[in-house]
């Protein structure tokens, strides 16, 4: 009997002072970053919205909303377009503001391992792991989705 190895692409993208690690699956698109349009009363993390093919999509630093950065980087920046999980019709997409172009990579389970923080948990992440050498975040789009309609209902 055979054993079926299961494998899925992802995509390393660094954010300021970390990075991400997201299924290729889920993003739609990176984009040279534009100022975005300003959201009265939203958090910090929460930076705005950007055009996208006919859509506003709000963006968000995962940076800011995590507290791993104080400010982002505006050199080298790019805006990730992530499908939306949550299957909201009026929130189809979002953007994650990221620094320069993510990393294709294979991942299983022999290469992610979970590393701990003393219990450490970030707004919006799922986990922390350890990719081959390098450390990186899983973002719970699940939440997030939830934190920005959350914010741009305040």
């Not at 534009?34 to 940076?63: C, D, H, K, Q, Y």
């Amino acid at each position: 009997m055979s054993e079926t190895q299961t494998e899925i692409r992802g995509l390393m993208i660094t954010i300021t002072n970390g990075r991400a690690l997201l299924p290729n699956a889920t993003v739609s698109e990176i984009i040279t970053a534009a100022t975005p349009e300003p959201i009265p009363n939203a958090p910090e993390w929460l930076m705005g919205r950007v055009r996208w093919r006919g859509w506003r999509v709000p963006m968000f630093s995962l940076s800011l909303m995590t507290g791993i950065a104080r400010k982002e980087g505006a050199i080298n920046a790019k805006v990730t377009v992530l499908k939306a999980v949550g299957r909201n019709p009026r929130m189809p997409y979002l953007a994650m503001l990221c620094q320069g172009f993510p990393r294709l990579t294979t991942i299983s389970s022999e290469i992610l391992v979970p590393t701990e923080h003393e219990g450490q948990r970030l707004p919006g992440i799922i986990s922390q792991v350890l990719v081959r050498d390098d450390h990186a975040m899983i973002p719970d789009l699940f939440e997030i989705e939830r934190m920005v309609d959350s914010a741009l209902a305040a």
